[in-house]
């Protein structure tokens, strides 16, 4: 049968500069799209929102490289100081949005309906949200995952049940907190079976979309996860800033 491209998320955080970023772009984007062709795979570039501009001419020309970005306001125009609206976010190439990554839950206080809004902005511009959710160290530990991550879903899926008729697709990404910048993953079984849980979730409202994994994805950790027959793809922070081990993930074989 054939399987759909893996999709690798680059989020490139706050960590290049804009010149950096448009360096990075302009030394290695010709290869990775190469390395994407072979290897079957559709990487989103997700740069911070001051690079977008820059960076998106290194695109022109390219099949298997996409922008994104990292956040959106919650409103798509008005008198918002600081915000960045999802209309100049399509404007300037985004056909992905990064919504509910832990770091801006916890530094901007979003909620799960924050979430679910950003995401249903994004749907209605034409933009594919990639959602995350996950649990935090503590629920990992007290084996109480699934309740943290049923709740977070039931509010999500509320307006997914509304918008599942509608293009573009959404993606889910699942992020454990304790996952992410920590060098941990979780185990392969574990992954499959929260997958799995996922999947039965979006299917008892008549939805799907493709799943991705991230936190603490790198060449060494990436073995034993890519194998799984739920996940789509990952959604990568440190090692997608360093080229050599970005390339090494775009090319591996599962
Ligand atoms: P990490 O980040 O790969 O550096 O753990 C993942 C993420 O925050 O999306």
């Not at 950096?20 to 290897?39: I, K, M, R």
């Not at 084996?143 to 049940?161: A, D, H, M, N, P």
Request: glycine fraction near 6%; proline fraction near 4%; aromatic fraction near 10%.
């Amino acid at each position: 049968m054939h399987r759909p491209d893996r999709i690798i998320v680059a989020n490139w955080k706050m960590q290049f500069t804009v010149n950096e970023a448009a360096t990075f772009a302009q030394s290695h984007f010709v290869q990775l799209d190469q390395l994407a062709q072979e290897n079957r795979c559709s990487i989103v570039i997700c740069p911070s929102f001051e690079a977008l501009y820059p960076i998106k001419p290194f695109l022109k020309g390219l099949s298997k490289l996409s922008l994104g970005a990292q956040n959106c306001s919650l409103f798509a125009r008005g008198a918002f100081t600081s915000q960045v609206s999802m209309l100049s976010l399509a404007e300037l190439g985004c056909t992905f949005c990064i919504i509910g990554h832990q770091e801006v839950r916890e530094l901007h206080r979003d909620t799960d309906h924050d979430v679910a809004n950003k995401a249903a902005l994004a749907c209605r511009l034409g933009v594919s949200p990639i959602i995350c959710i996950g649990e935090t160290l503590e629920t990992f530990n007290n084996g109480t995952s699934r309740s943290y991550l049923e709740k977070q879903l039931t509010t999500i899926l509320k307006f997914l049940v509304e918008c599942a008729r509608k293009t573009p697709a959404f993606l889910l990404a699942y992020e454990p907190i304790w996952a992410i910048g920590s060098g941990k993953t979780p185990e392969p079984s574990y992954l499959a079976d929260v997958l799995a849980w996922i999947k039965e979730m979006l299917a008892s409202r008549g939805l799907s979309c493709p799943l991705l994994y991230g936190g603490s994805i790198s060449e060494s950790t990436i073995g034993p996860l890519s194998a799984l027959a739920d996940l789509d793809g990952f959604l990568i922070g440190s090692a997608s800033v360093d080229f050599q081990k970005f390339k090494n993930i775009v090319s591996w074989k599962s």
